[in-house]
Nanobody, 128 residues
Framework: QVHLVESGGGSVQAGGSLRLSCAPS????????IGWFRQAPGKEREFVSF????????AYADSVKGRFTISMDNAKDTVFLEMDNLKPEDTAVYSC?????????????????????WGQGTQVTVSS
């Protein structure tokens, strides 16, 4: 079992920045990759970014590319999502998720189906 806890959400004005953290615990040796997803009210959950558990193979959704940066602190087993130049359309509940599978086609990790464990989520609100 892997337990995930997100933190760092909050309210900011457009153009501002936030840094989200995702701290897995439990069987972290089973993790292959960590992903971030978000869900706005009335919308489906959508992919934001992922990073391999070894810190490699990062990827971003087109909507956040150039504004968000994913990274990890291997010593602390923590994944960060630095969000800059935030826009009102970034408002959502952000959740991190852990995959325990290894897919040759990394595009698979943009789907929620690739992830076995999910955190509770943290609210990000961007006002105009």
């Amino acid at each position: 079992q892997v337990h995930l806890v997100e933190s760092g959400g909050g309210s900011v004005q457009a153009g501002g920045s936030l840094r989200l953290s995702c701290a897995p615990s439990g069987r972290t040796d089973s993790i292959s990759l960590i992903g971030w997803f978000r869900q706005a009210p009335g919308k489906e959950r959508e992919f934001v970014s992922f990073i391999g558990w070894n810190g490699a193979d990062a990827a971003y959704a087109d909507s956040v590319k150039g504004r968000f940066t994913i990274s990890m602190d291997n010593a602390k087993d923590t994944v960060f999502l630095e969000m800059d130049n935030l826009k009102p359309e970034d408002t959502a509940v952000y959740s991190c998720a852990a995959s325990t599978e290894y897919y040759w086609d990394t595009y698979t990790y943009t789907s929620t189906h690739a992830y076995a464990y999910w955190g509770q989520g943290t609210q990000v609100t961007v006002s105009s």
